[in-house]
């Protein structure tokens, strides 16, 4: 059964779940392999991406969450 809180391939945030670690970027796409994360253990790399009208998506392996700057990710066409 499929996670209602699920968009796409990527969770989003869920107070109280979720860690609360939060990273602004400038682009709408993402590399995490979890490095940065708690404990840094790493996880394989993959490649998030922030949809149109939202300004964030989290890590479903490592529940980071990357949220979009103010004005930033217009240009993104990968």
């Given amino acids: 059964m499929r996670d209602a809180k699920q968009t796409g391939y990527a969770p989003k945030p869920t107070p109280g779940v979720t860690p ?3 990273i602004e970027v400038t682009s709408r796409r993402i590399p995490c392999d979890g490095e940065i ?3 840094g253990l790493g996880h394989p790399r ?4 922030i949809a149109e ?3 964030e998506v989290c ?3 490592c529940s980071i969450t990357y949220v ?3 004005g930033s990710g217009g ?3 990968h």
Avoid: A, F, M, N
């Fill in 75 to 77: 240009g993104d066409h």
């Fill in 53 to 55: 009208g939202e300004s």
């Fill in 68 to 70: 979009l700057q103010p």
């Fill in 46 to 49: 993959i490649w998030l991406k």
């Fill in 37 to 39: 994360g708690v404990g």
């Fill in 59 to 61: 890590c479903p392996y």
């Fill in 20 to 22: 609360s670690q939060r």
